[in-house]
């Protein structure tokens, strides 16, 4: 894991929901997600949650969900690996 310090002013730093880290952590995933740069299931993983769970989290920050071809077949190939 990579790691790397950010300054950010107090004003913001009391904006920003406990835990820190993971709060952050989780909005940059998300606006990675709307970008299009992860699919539904990578930002999930990445931020240790369930798929349902990341739903959810998307659900309480406004986030569309982005379900296209990539998403698709990640689903089918899941499904395929559940089934076994």
Not at 19 to 24: A, D, M, N, Q, R
């Amino acid at each position: 894991m990579t790691e790397f310090k950010v300054k950010i002013g107090d004003e913001l730093s009391k904006i920003i929901e406990e835990p820190k880290e993971k709060t952050i952590q989780t909005l940059i995933v998300l606006e990675l997600y709307r970008e299009g740069k992860l699919t539904l299931r990578q930002a999930a993983s990445i931020i240790g949650v369930t798929y349902r769970d990341y739903l959810e989290i998307m659900a309480k920050h406004g986030t569309y969900l982005n379900y296209g071809l990539d998403e698709a077949l990640e689903d089918i190939e899941f499904s395929q690996i559940s089934s076994e």
